[in-house]
C-alpha cells in the first residue's frame, strides 16, 4: 500500500509504525525527526497534482487540519481518501488504532500502549483551574467547545472558560478575554508560536502557561509524552508584571 499524510500527527502515527508505506507527506510533516519522503505542499493547501502524481493508494485527511475541497476533488480523481475527527483522547486513541489495522499493523505499537497507559493514569481529582486557551491573536483566537486540545487540558485539571461558547474556536476581544478573569492562560507554541515576549504581556498579572502545541494539538506517538509533559508546562507558569 503507497499512503500520503496530509495531517502531521498521522505522518508521524504511520512512520513510526509501519514507515514503508508512506511515500508522502506535508511540508507541516516535522516528524519523526529525519522523514524522507517526498513533500506536497501544505494542509491547507496541499499540490493535489503532486499527490497524484505519488499514486497513493490512500490518502489520511483531518476534518479540521484539511479543506474539504481537496477531499473532493481527490475523491473525484478517483484517490480513495480516510479523513480523521478525533475531538476527546480516548476518540483519537480508538481511531489511531483502528487506522493502523487498516493499515495493516499486526498489533497495536508501543507508543500506542503507552499511550493508553499514561492517560489512564492520570489522577481523577485535580483541582479545577478556570483558564483562557488561544491559539491566535491579531485577531485572537480561542479554543472553545468541543475540541481534542480542550479535552486535553481537561484531563489536566484546566477548566476552559470558553467550553460552553457555540462556537469551537471564538474570536473574543482581548477585553472580553480579560473580562472571563481566567486563573490561568494557556499560550501554546503552535499554530501561533506564543513565547515568553509574545502572549503573557497581554494578560499582566495572570499566569501564563506555555506549552507545546504538539503535544496538545497532535494525536499520534507523541500522546505517550503529553500528560506528563504538558502537566510540567501547565505547573511553571510565567507572569508578566501588572501595572
Known sequence: MR????????????????????????????????????????????????????????????VEE?????????????VPVRATYPRTVDEALTELADLLTELGAPA?????VAARRAWAALPADA???????????????????DTFAGDVLRRLGVTNRYADHPERYPRPTLD???GRAPEL?????????????????????????LVSGRHLTWYGPSLAEAPALLAAQLAAPV????G
Do not use: Q
Open 176 to 178: 472580553e478575554l480579560r
Open 239 to 242: 507572569t508578566h508584571p501588572a
Open 108 to 112: 497495536e505499537p508501543d507508543w500506542l
Open 185 to 209: 492562560v494557556v499560550l501554546p507554541d503552535e499554530p501561533y508560536r506564543f513565547t515568553a515576549t509574545d502572549g503573557p504581556e497581554a494578560f499582566p498579572g495572570t499566569p501564563c502557561a
Open 127 to 145: 483541582a479545577p483551574r478556570p483558564a483562557v486557551v488561544p491559539v491566535w491573536r491579531r485577531p485572537w483566537v480561542v479554543l472553545g467547545r
Open 3 to 62: 499512503v500520503v499524510s496530509l495531517v502531521p500527527s498521522l505522518t508521524e502515527a504511520v512512520a513510526s509504525t509501519l514507515p514503508g508505506l508512506l511515500v508522502g507527506a506535508t511540508d507541516w510533516c516535522t516528524h519523526p525527526a529525519g522523514l524522507d519522503v517526498p513533500r506536497v505542499g501544505g494542509t491547507k493547501y496541499p499540490d493535489l497534482d503532486r499527490v497524484r502524481a505519488l499514486r497513493p493508494d490512500l490518502v489520511l485527511l483531518n
Open 66 to 78: 484539511n479543506r474539504r475541497e481537496d477531499a473532493d476533488a481527490l475523491a473525484a480523481a478517483g
